[in-house]
């Protein structure tokens, strides 16, 4: 049975190598990251790995994050200890965050214009667009749509 093999073993049959990444083949979670079950228990494949390879143990608010910024790669080295904040700066660097108008968004961006440009109260303009008055006062203020 699986569960009786080396972790190492186990590991390895879960991992094809496509360049420098180690692509995991196993199971994932339903937002497609890998996950690897372990005494009873379901991990993260990335942070479990890490751990297991670096003999370390990690706090809960640690995060493994990714150089190659490929969500299945379970590669080590591939792979630093970061903040929640250092995540969030390292995917701005790389210009991996969302930005600009989405096919689900309730505005676009000439909207967004018009509610800046135009003199009605936020109220008013809330009924408008059926928005928040939050969402009027976000947009107007640059906290929201800043790239417009």
Not at 5 to 12: G, H, S, T, Y
């Amino acid at each position: 049975m699986n569960q009786f093999k080396p972790l190492d073993e186990r590991i390895a049959e879960k991992i094809k190598i496509i360049n420098d990444c180690w692509i995991w083949q196993g199971a994932c979670y339903a937002n497609n990251r890998p996950m690897i079950y372990y005494k009873r228990k379901c991990y993260f494949a990335h942070r479990f790995i890490y751990q297991y390879v670096n003999n370390c143990l990690l706090d809960r608010w640690q995060l493994v994050c990714h150089t190659c910024d490929n969500i299945k790669c379970v590669n080590p080295v591939h792979m630093f200890i970061g903040t929640p904040a250092d995540n969030s700066a390292d995917m701005v660097k790389k210009g991996r965050q969302n930005k600009g108008w989405s096919w689900n968004s309730k505005l676009t961006p000439q909207d967004v214009r018009n509610i800046r440009n135009n003199q009605l109260s936020h109220k008013e303009i809330a009924k408008q667009f059926n928005l928040n008055l939050s969402t009027v006062y976000s947009i107007r203020n640059r906290i929201c749509w800043k790239h417009i």
